[in-house]
Structure formats: C-alpha cells, structure tokens
C-alpha cells in the first residue's frame, strides 16, 4: 500500500516563520509599541508595549518559533532584552542583561533554532549569541570591520549574514554554529541604516537604506543561498533608512516603516521581487525592529 500523506503535508513543509512582528522605535526616547505581521503579510493596528521604551534596537527569532527584542538605546544605552512567544506576545524586561550595552546594531538567526546580535554604536564588531531557549550570551570578541547602522537576516536554511552599514557594503557570513567570518568585499552600493530579511525559505535580501551622500535610497541586494551578495536592483517603494523588515507565511517577506515616521509597507514575494507601498497601519515610526515567531 502507498503511504497515507497528511492533507496539511504541503502546508508543513513550509514551516516556521508563519507571522512576523514589528515593535518598539519612534523619535526622542522611543516607544514599545508592537504591531503583528499575519501570515497573509496583513499588520495589524498597535499593539499596547510591553518592556523599556527605546529606539534602534535589534530583533530575531530563535527556538524556531519565537523572537527576542534586545539592546537599544533611548533614555539611556540598553542591553536589556524581550522574548516574544510563538502567540507574539512581548514579555517584560529580562531580570538579567548580558553583553555591552549598544544601539544601532544587528541580529539574525541561525542553526535553526538560536540567534545572534552584533556590532553597534562604538564601531564595535563583538557578538551575543542567543541559545535556543532565549539566553543571550556575554560578549564574543568581534570579527570584521566594526561598524553601526547595518543589516542582518538569515540564508541557506541555518546561516546568517550581516551586510552594509555606515556607508559600507561588505559582509559578514554566519556559519550554523554561530561563528562570524572575516569581511567579504562588498557588492551594491555602500549604506548606513538598511535592513534585510529572509525569503524563500533559503535565501535574503538587503533594501533600502541612506548613500553616502544623505539620500534615502530603495534599491535591494538579493542574497543567494550560498551567501552570495547580488548586484543592486532597482528599488521599489518609498526611499527611507532605519526601517524594519522580517519573515512571513513561511517564505515571504516585509519590509515596513521607517525615515521619517512613516508606517507603508512593502511585500517580498518567494522570488525576491519587492511589491510597490501597502498604505500603512499603525504609529509611523523609525528605529524599530522586526523578526518573526510562530
């Protein structure tokens, strides 16, 4: 007899980062304010924040099914952090911090199920790696040119890559056990404050961001699932910096908010083509972060 194969057997494999979450940013000290990603790419209206109020912080998901917010700057410079569960509720600040306190960094998952934050105001490049139950790490001594202002996502499944930053287009692979690479030569126009997500499962994309010459760009820099950084392709959408961008349905992405307190998004299909500006829902706002859950 031929095996009986579930119905929700296709549905399955894609599984994993189903909805995605934007949260925190906004001017003077920030806001928590959190907005939910459905896995159809729709956002939700605000959502009341939980934890410390702040701006340019980082977020990824780890455990496979749920995310953490962490660092961050705003009435003070923070290393504090915020789990969020599979359900994409935001928990209260964790009791203990690890790591030098920094902003304008970046984080990515990585190995399946656990994640890591990087570089950072200071031109600093050390790591805190995040284990698999949301435990961040003490400092790991950097690897590749310290900068801020960059951008992270996942590729290959377990890996990730940090990209860009401070008027830069080299990069930094992540190996599946969490180890940074040395730099690669850059490829695409060097940038300050883009941002990057997954999409198709196995591959990213960098978009948007700030030239060296002030101007707020929108063009995207696909990256394959061997971590090879693509050409520039011509932007899509509203030019704006220090937005946020994250997972969705399993193999699609968003790109959403961002400079100067705007709240559009812009879809990423499961080929990497960025979709014109969805009118916005929720706070307008920069400085935040996303990641996916769920």
């Not at 003077?28 to 410390?52: E, P, Q």
């Not at 101007?215 to 950084?229: E, Q, R, W």
């Not at 705007?262 to 996303?290: C, E």
Request: charged share 10%; with cysteine.
């Amino acid at each position: 007899m031929f095996p009986i194969i579930p119905a929700n057997s296709v549905t399955a494999a894609v599984s994993g980062n189903q909805e995605g979450i934007f949260g925190f940013g906004g001017a003077g000290i920030g806001v928590s304010t959190t907005n939910l990603v459905s896995n159809a790419g729709v956002v939700s209206s605000d959502v009341a924040g939980v934890g410390t109020v702040r701006a340019y912080l980082a977020a990824c998901e780890y455990g496979g099914d749920k995310g953490i917010f962490g660092f961050g700057t705003g009435a003070s410079t923070y290393s504090i952090t915020n789990l969020v569960s599979n359900a994409g509720v935001v928990a209260s600040d964790q009791a203990a911090t690890t790591g030098t306190a920094r902003y304008l960094l970046q984080a990515c998952s990585y190995g399946e199920d656990k994640g890591i934050f990087a570089y950072g105001q200071g031109e600093v490049s050390m790591s805190n790696l995040v284990s698999n139950t949301g435990v961040v790490s003490s400092d790991v001594s950097g690897v590749g040119t310290g900068r801020r202002a960059l951008a992270a996502c996942e590729y290959g499944g377990d890996k990730g890559i940090f990209g860009f930053g401070q008027y830069y287009s080299m990069t930094n692979l992540v190996s599946n056990t969490g180890v940074v690479a040395s730099d690669t030569a850059g490829v695409g126009t060097a940038r300050s404050q883009p941002e990057a997500c997954s999409y198709g499962e196995d591959k990213g994309i960098f978009g948007y961001g700030e030239d060296s010459g002030d101007n707020m760009v929108s063009m995207t820099n696909l990256v394959s699932n061997a971590g090879v950084v693509a050409s520039d392709t011509t932007g899509v959408g509203t030019a704006r910096k220090s937005l946020g961008a994250t997972q969705y349905g399993g193999d699609l992405g968003i790109f959403g908010y961002g400079s100067s307190s705007v709240s559009m998004t812009n879809l990423v299909s499961n080929t990497g083509v960025v979709s014109s500006d969805v009118a916005g829902v929720g706070t307008g706002r920069y400085g935040l972060k996303a990641c996916s859950f769920n």
